[in-house]
């Protein structure tokens, strides 16, 4: 099996309240095979069940090379691992030879699923809608939406700076978050997460309030600015901005604290039921 370049941006998808992982990869996605096939066999040990699948499948056995990408995706512990992945079209050469009453309305989903990435390349506002709509099936309401948007648009400048100014993707872009994370909230990214009582898989940001929205923006366009009029370059030079932007914010946040007597940073989620839900809302 020869090892393909390694993806790292990840985006899982759910289906039955189960996750599948993904990676976007010369141009379509790539669902780690493992996942789809424990969904469909609930077998206990998937190890064992694709190598009986394989060998009771001919076709399947002599493709299986083909089939299978070996890419890097988010394993159950946090970290980066290579996994067998495929491609829509290996995927459903796989269902095949699944016997699941799942298997059918599986296939259609995750048509779907392909076709509404698709969508969004030739048409970037129709993912700006879904998602707009799944925070909203998620309880949120119009005013965190729009600061969790306008957040994110930061972000994105920020991580495109990066991008350009030499910066790696993955592990140094998460160091840089973490520094400005930690500098304007007084906590690093793993310790707010433990705050929320969040996993690892859980996104931090779809859990803040607009307060921790707010500031989180303010970091990041703070070094961004920063970062710009310096022309900083690669990891060590982009730690300074990181720094100086991430403590604009933190002086923002105490003097707010000050006047209002209220703590910015919150342990609430929304993991928790409607009331903690709408308790964020009207914040």
């Known amino acids: 099996m020869q090892n393909k370049k390694i993806q790292k941006n990840t985006l899982p998808i759910v289906f039955e309240n189960k996750k599948i992982r993904r990676v976007w990869h010369d141009e379509q996605w790539y669902f780690v095979i493992s996942d789809i096939v424990k969904i469909l066999s609930e077998s206990k040990d998937v190890k064992q069940y694709i190598k009986k699948m394989r060998m009771r499948d001919p076709d399947l056995f002599v493709n299986w090379g083909t089939i299978c990408t070996p890419l890097e995706v988010i394993s159950k512990d946090g970290k980066k691992r290579l996994e067998n992945m495929s491609s829509l079209t290996g995927i459903f050469r796989i269902i095949q030879s699944i016997s699941s009453p799942k298997a059918e309305p599986f296939k259609q989903w995750l048509a779907k699923v392909g076709q509404e990435r698709i969508e969004e390349i030739n048409n970037p506002e129709t993912a700006l809608n879904r998602s707009r709509e799944y925070w909203k ?37 998460a160091i840089l978050t973490n520094i400005i994370h930690e500098e304007w909230s007084g906590l690093s990214v793993k310790k707010h997460k433990e705050l929320k009582n969040l ?28 970062a710009e009029s310096e022309q900083a370059k690669g990891l060590e030079d982009n730690k300074i901005p990181a720094k100086r932007g991430g403590k604009i914010a933190k002086d923002a946040r105490v003097a707010l604290e000050e006047k209002t007597g209220e703590k910015v940073i919150t342990k609430n989620n929304f993991l928790q039921d409607n009331k903690s839900i709408n308790k964020l809302n009207d914040k």
Do not use: C, P
């Open 199 to 226: 996993e690892k898989t859980n996104n931090l940001r779809d859990h803040m309030s607009d307060a921790e929205l707010i500031f989180t923006a303010l970091a990041e366009l703070s070094t961004r600015q920063i």
């Open 137 to 173: 099936k998620q309880g949120r309401g119009d005013k965190w939406i729009q600061q969790r948007m306008m957040g994110q648009e930061t972000h994105n400048k920020l991580t495109d700076y990066w991008k350009s100014a030499g910066v790696e993707q993955g592990e140094e872009y």
